[in-house]
């Protein structure tokens, strides 16, 4: 008769340590994708694609951990929606700021869920070797398909600001491609049971990235070659301290104090002269009256040119535009995506901003003999419109803003930061204005 025997363990078994094992285990990553978003956003960008690198290595522990990764990124770079909502919309207090925060981070996050199916399916090869070079293209690919799903390619391209490529973008080309042999390098480690030296590859990472921490941006432009061009002489932006203008009243007193301030840099020799998002309000014939005498300068002063933010109405709602004003006639330069939600509002059209993610017309127009390009407040925090600027060989990039709201946050420097990474990436001098 063969016998059974039951193993039975002669120690002590510390259950403690069986119940907190699995909260670590899906709080580490968490922790570490908002350590790397938190020391990124907005000071030191360059580290932003740690958290690309970081993904197969946290892919090999758990299959949630590619997700939980890019929450707890996202969670800590996007936190500022908080208090910014909450400025916005008064009668909602923080709670919709934690609403909009926590669910946005939630939906750039989803994406990645797909992260371990997708590095699976294009690893190649039979799952114990002779992969695809060993793992390292189907880390590449994956990583490349869930980004561009979750900050890249609308849907959620018109809401996904911080995208951990803009930190590899601001060093140009050779960044992208840099991240990419990167996370190739990393795939192929982890899949060869390697680890030591993929920590080790992320440790050497962080170490010149954090070395590079006390430079500020520009210096490491010039660091990476290739230093911000400056504007050419005679190009302007204003900035004002306008705040918040409630009332049609209010966008009136606003051009009444700015047209006279404009018509004094024309005087002066200004060439260009850029004004921040919507200061002008909605452009009426009222309000076209009090920016008359500019209009009638350029008139006569043809090589001049004044671009003004204001909201030119449409049959239902409003463009969110810049108005050229040159030869003294008037061109709307439009833009192609507004905030969602507090100017972007289909379910209500009357009021609601344009939305054309997939416009034909490209945000650019040309000026002074040069090809310009311009993004849009709430455009320069994303990818999306920034890309659709690459095939038009811009020659300046104009970056006007009205940041009354976020005001506090650090959303402004963020959306600073971003517009001056693909300033850096066109290698093209970047005009501000902006309105706080």
Same mark, same amino acid.
Not at 260 to 275: E, Q
């Given at each position: 008769?063969?016998?059974?025997?039951?193993?039975?363990?002669?120690?002590?078994?510390?259950?403690?340590?069986?119940?907190?094992?699995?909260?670590?285990?899906?709080?580490?990553?968490?922790?570490?994708?908002?350590?790397?978003?938190?020391?990124?956003?907005?000071?030191?960008?360059?580290?932003?694609?740690?958290?690309?690198?970081?993904?197969?290595?946290?892919?090999?522990?758990?299959?949630?951990?590619?997700?939980?990764?890019?929450?707890?990124?996202?969670?800590?770079?996007?936190?500022?929606?908080?208090?910014?909502?909450?400025?916005?919309?008064?009668?909602?207090?923080?709670?919709?700021?934690?609403?909009?925060?926590?669910?946005?981070?939630?939906?750039?996050?989803?994406?990645?869920?797909?992260?371990?199916?997708?590095?699976?399916?294009?690893?190649?090869?039979?799952?114990?070797?002779?992969?695809?070079?060993?793992?390292?293209?189907?880390?590449?690919?994956?990583?490349?398909?869930?980004?561009?799903?979750?900050?890249?390619? $609308?849907?959620?391209?018109?809401?996904?600001?911080?995208?951990?490529?803009?930190?590899?973008?601001?060093?140009?080309?050779?960044?992208?491609?840099?991240?990419?042999?990167?996370?190739?390098?990393?795939?192929?480690?982890?899949?060869?049971?390697?680890?030591?030296?993929?920590?080790?590859?992320?440790?050497?990472?962080?170490?010149?990235?954090?070395?590079?921490?006390?430079?500020?941006?520009?210096?490491?432009?010039?660091?990476?070659?290739?230093?911000?061009?400056?504007?050419?002489?005679?190009?302007?932006?204003?900035?004002?301290?306008?705040?918040?203008?409630?009332?049609?009243?209010?966008?009136?007193?606003?051009?009444?104090?700015?047209?006279?301030?404009?018509?004094?840099?024309?005087?002066?020799?200004?060439?260009?002269?850029?004004?921040?998002?919507?200061?002008?309000?909605?452009?009426?014939?009222?309000?076209?009256?009090?920016?008359?005498?500019?209009?009638?300068?350029?008139?006569?002063?043809?090589?001049?040119?004044?671009?003004?933010?204001?909201?030119? $109405?449409?049959?239902?709602?409003?463009?969110?535009?810049?108005?050229?004003?040159?030869?003294?006639?008037?061109?709307?330069?439009?833009?192609?995506?507004?905030?969602?939600?507090?100017?972007?509002?289909?379910?209500?059209?009357?009021?609601?901003?344009?939305?054309?993610?997939?416009?034909?017309?490209?945000?650019?127009?040309?000026?002074?003999?040069?090809?310009?390009?311009?993004?849009?407040?709430?455009?320069?925090?994303?990818?999306?419109?920034?890309?659709?600027?690459?095939?038009?060989?811009?020659?300046?990039?104009?970056?006007?803003?009205?940041?009354?709201?976020?005001?506090?946050?650090?959303?402004?420097?963020?959306?600073?930061?971003?517009?001056?990474?693909?300033?850096?990436?066109?290698?093209?001098?970047?005009?501000?204005?902006?309105?706080?």
């Amino acid at each position: 008769m063969q016998s059974k025997y039951v193993p039975v363990s002669v120690y002590p078994v510390d259950d403690s340590r069986r119940k907190s094992a699995p909260i670590s285990r899906f709080a580490i990553p968490a922790l570490l994708g908002a350590l790397v978003g938190a020391l990124a956003w907005p000071h030191a960008i360059w580290l932003a694609p740690l958290a690309l690198l970081l993904l197969p290595i946290v892919n090999k522990r758990h299959w949630l951990h590619p997700f939980l990764l890019m929450l707890g990124y996202h969670l800590a770079t996007t936190y500022g929606l908080i208090k910014g909502t909450s400025v916005f919309f008064l009668h909602a207090g923080l709670f919709l700021g934690m609403v909009f925060w926590s669910l946005s981070s939630l939906a750039f996050a989803l994406p990645y869920l797909a992260y371990p199916c997708i590095t699976l399916y294009f690893r190649g090869g039979s799952p114990a070797g002779g992969s695809l070079a060993d793992g390292g293209f189907g880390a590449v690919t994956a990583t490349v398909i869930t980004s561009a799903i979750s900050t890249i390619f $609308p849907p959620l391209g018109i809401i996904g600001w911080t995208s951990p490529w803009l930190g590899a973008v601001a060093a140009g080309p050779t960044g992208i491609l840099l991240t990419i042999l990167g996370i190739f390098a990393l795939g192929r480690l982890t899949q060869k049971n390697q680890e030591i030296l993929a920590h080790l590859l992320v440790v050497g990472f962080v170490v010149v990235a954090l070395w590079l921490l006390p430079f500020a941006f520009p210096a490491l432009d010039a660091m990476m070659g290739h230093p911000l061009p400056t504007a050419p002489t005679g190009w302007v932006g204003i900035n004002t301290d306008l705040g918040r203008l409630r009332s049609n009243l209010s966008y009136v007193d606003a051009s009444m104090e700015l047209a006279p301030k404009v018509l004094a840099d024309l005087r002066s020799g200004d060439k260009v002269v850029l004004l921040p998002e919507t200061v002008a309000g909605p452009w009426l014939p009222g309000t076209r009256a009090i920016w008359r005498p500019v209009i009638r300068w350029t008139a006569r002063h043809s090589e001049q040119i004044v671009l003004l933010g204001a909201d030119v $109405p449409l049959a239902k709602g409003y463009l969110d535009a810049l108005v050229k004003i040159q030869d003294g006639h008037q061109t709307v330069l439009p833009d192609h995506i507004p905030v969602p939600f507090s100017m972007w509002h289909p379910w209500r059209p009357q009021g609601s901003f344009r939305m054309a993610p997939f416009s034909r017309k490209p945000e650019t127009t040309e000026m002074d003999g040069k090809k310009v390009g311009y993004l849009i407040c709430y455009e320069q925090l994303l990818m999306w419109p920034a890309l659709d600027l690459y095939p038009h060989g811009i020659q300046i990039l104009l970056a006007p803003a009205n940041d009354w709201w976020a005001r506090g946050t650090d959303i402004p420097a963020i959306q600073r930061v971003s517009a001056k990474a693909w300033a850096a990436f066109f290698r093209v001098p970047v005009l501000f204005a902006v309105n706080q």
